[in-house]
């Protein structure tokens, strides 16, 4: 079993499309049994709420539900839980970085990464129109291909159920 937690500011946009997007290719892939997906944020202010209209519709349009996933922040208890802990951009991962044990083992990163951009952001969609939900949806795609990647070849001698 591996534990992924995705992580942006707001956890209505950038996160919660990473987190149906995995959860999707996962499926895909068969490994959905075997990886766990969740996603949260670094502010409060959404808390309680689901998806923005603009991320929902970016999502739909592609096949993608993530109408029943509701905002969240990071906690102390996700250092302990998760595997890997997935920053959209550079200020999610200080704040990441900012919380986390010294002991903690979790992989903690930019989610890009996972797409051969090691120094690259999934930038902010928030403020801006509809073309950034889709250059946000589109990076998604791409590092969630690559995560998937490692995720089968780190449970491939895992045996399914433990
Ligand atoms: P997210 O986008 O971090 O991708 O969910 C944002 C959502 C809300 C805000 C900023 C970014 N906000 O300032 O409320």
Redesign the pocket.
Known sequence: MMRVLFV????????PTAEGVLRARLADAGLDAQVEVDSC?I?H??VGKGP?RRALEAAGQRGIDIGALRARVLDAADFRRFDYILA?DHDNLEAIEAQRPVDCPAHVGLFLAFAGRPDEAVP???FGGGEGFARVFELIEAASEGLVAELQEKLRDEPAVR
């Open positions: 942006c500011l707001g956890n209505i946009c950038r996160s944020g502010g202010w959404h923005d959209m902010d969609p928030y």
